[in-house]
């Protein structure tokens, strides 16, 4: 099983994202360096709080972080930057849970 954590979109700009990178965690905790493309230190806290959650099957929707109509079983949170008084960029993320084939 895997987490993979996609940029989904950005407001403002973004130093370290571009749409589509992605980290990818191993086992729901292991970076994967093969498979990741980008990560900020900044983006990690708002994605600590839930991936030990996501990563055991609880539903996104049950922690509020996807619709309640959603079925697709992704997870949404963005970085903790409030760019109107920084300049800088709050980057969306989508988390699902993966498995892997044997």
Do not use: W
């Amino acid at each position: 099983m895997k987490l993979v954590i996609t940029v989904v979109d950005i407001r403002g700009r973004c130093p370290a994202y571009k749409v589509g990178d992605k980290i990818v965690l191993d086992d729901g905790y292991k970076f994967n360096l093969q498979e990741t493309t980008a990560a900020c230190m900044h983006s990690l806290a708002s994605i600590l709080p839930y991936h030990v959650a996501i990563a055991k099957g609880v539903p996104p929707n049950q922690m509020g972080l996807a619709h309640k109509s959603e079925h697709d079983g992704k997870a949404y949170v963005h970085c903790l930057d409030p760019c109107e008084f920084t300049g800088g960029g709050t980057t969306t993320f989508s988390i699902e849970r993966v498995e892997e084939e044997s």
